[in-house]
């Protein structure tokens, strides 16, 4: 039984001793795997550093707002008999929104039609009596000019019977004066006619004032009822509806809120520190979830609020059908000076790895540990947010970044 022990204590020894080897082959390889500071040579190659200049771009955030808001009120006071829109509806010029009544108006209206007609009948009348008597002051002057021209015959024929002995002196001189007589009645005729004339010219005149001023009257009361049909004067949207159908307002009493749509702008908060950078005319972007817009800057209000300063930007072209006003936005604004970025090509195997390091490359193939930062600017390009010093780098995971410089041995042989 002693001697079974020691054969089986012996067959132990080699199981032992090759485990052992075992773990200890296992750990150098773990050493080796964690704590190896060996730099694959795919990431020991220098990497060439372009630059590239792009646009210098400051963003904001704001609204679409309009260039024209008009806040139409009732003109007088009356009832809503007609409403033809709605919150939100986009309106044409000319297109009518509302109707007013005013019971009032149309009675004074009515009163005025009907004193204007009467007048028009009085004024014809008034002018049919005016012509009637200027013709039979006509007529007068005619029986007038008869007479005196029948006296003259009448003076001249006795003038030669009184030579010839026929009639008397006194016959004569009585037909002189009766011939002077219808003299002095034609002049007198003359003189009524002319200042008749006169005085029918006026009277005409005060006739057609007085049917004038009837019916500036009647236009003015139907202008002013013209007033109570409410239309748009430019086409836009109705952003506020306080009307109903059949209420009754009164003079001044705000009904709508009209804004256009033709003529639209941005505004925008930026940072009050860019207020240097900017200038009227600079070009910019309208950015919203439907598309961009080219606009450019308008107007610059310094005014510091909360921080940030107002731009308001102009629309290049007649804004698209699907821009809102109040709409939310973003604006991109293109400042003069350019922005150089620095470039580099991004390793294949760059998601591969969680973080990278930026190591610096001297002229005497040095490379030094860096704290810049880099940014994934298109599908195979980075780009380094400091500028570097340097016309090369290597960019390595950071499992193997461990040393804060090295030499790379004939790096630009």
Known sequence: MEEYLIVKQKSRYPIAIAALLLLLALGYLIKILLFSNDIPERYLKPILVSQVSLPNVLKGIGTIEPTQREL???PLKGNINTL??????AIKKGQVLAK???YELEQDIHNASYEQLNLESQVAIDKSNLAIKLSQIKVDLSKAKMALQQQALELNANKVLMEQGIISAIRFKQSEMLYKQSELEVNAKNDELSLFKDAFDQQLIALDNKVNIAKNKLSYLQRRQEQLTLTANFDGTVSQNLAKLGQAVTQGQSLFELIETDNLLAKIQVPQYSSTQLKIGQ??????PSGTIAAKVDYIDTV???GAINVFLVLDASPPSWLRSSQAIEAHI???QSLVAQNIKKPNDFDNYSKWKVY?????SKAILTNINYKTTEQDTLSFNETLQSNYVLLLPADYATKNNFDLIGAFK
Do not use: C, H, M, W
């Open 72 to 74: 139409l009120s009732a």
């Open 84 to 89: 033809t829109i709605r919150e939100g509806q």
């Open 100 to 102: 007013l009544t005013n």
């Open 283 to 288: 070009k910019a972007d309208i950015v919203t």
């Open 304 to 306: 510091i609020r909360n």
């Open 334 to 336: 293109y400042l003069e």
């Open 360 to 364: 610096e490359i001297t002229p005497s």
